[in-house]
């Protein structure tokens, strides 16, 4: 079975930058679409971006486009969430997730699930 976890988070500046790390163990995520969701206190969760196996990339939230890369190393078995000139508003728990066929911006469709790493902008 494939676990998840994710680690990068922390408290940061608005304008500074963290990297989210997405592990997984059990089966290799060659196979996998990655995706990257985030909650924020009160809000639903919410798309991000996603990777496909092929290596394409969707991105769902145009508050994040230019900001944010998602990418993926197989070799390392582990995906990735660059986040740059980030904002108060970008403040919620970020998870990943994995499905075996493709990407989704509904998360229900990901069968695997990371427990969650905060990350928190503020001055």
């Known amino acids: 079975q494939l676990q998840l976890v994710e680690s990068g988070g922390g408290l940061v500046q608005p304008g500074g930058s963290l990297r989210l790390s997405c592990v997984a163990s059990?089966?290799?995520?060659?196979?996998?679409?990655i995706g990257w969701f985030r909650q924020a206190p009160g809000k639903e969760r919410e798309a991000v971006s996603c990777?496909?196996?092929?290596?394409?990339?969707?991105n769902y939230l145009d508050s994040v486009k230019g900001r944010f890369t998602i990418s993926r190393d197989n070799a390392k078995n582990t995906a990735y969430l660059q986040m740059n000139s980030l904002r108060p508003e970008d403040t919620a728990v970020y998870y990943c997730a994995a499905d075996p066929s493709e990407c989704s911006d509904s998360g229900a469709e990901f069968g695997s699930w990371g427990q969650g790493t905060q990350v928190t902008v503020s001055s």
């Open positions: 990777i496909f196996i092929s290596g394409n990339i969707i």
């Open positions: 059990g089966w290799t995520l060659d196979y996998y679409a």
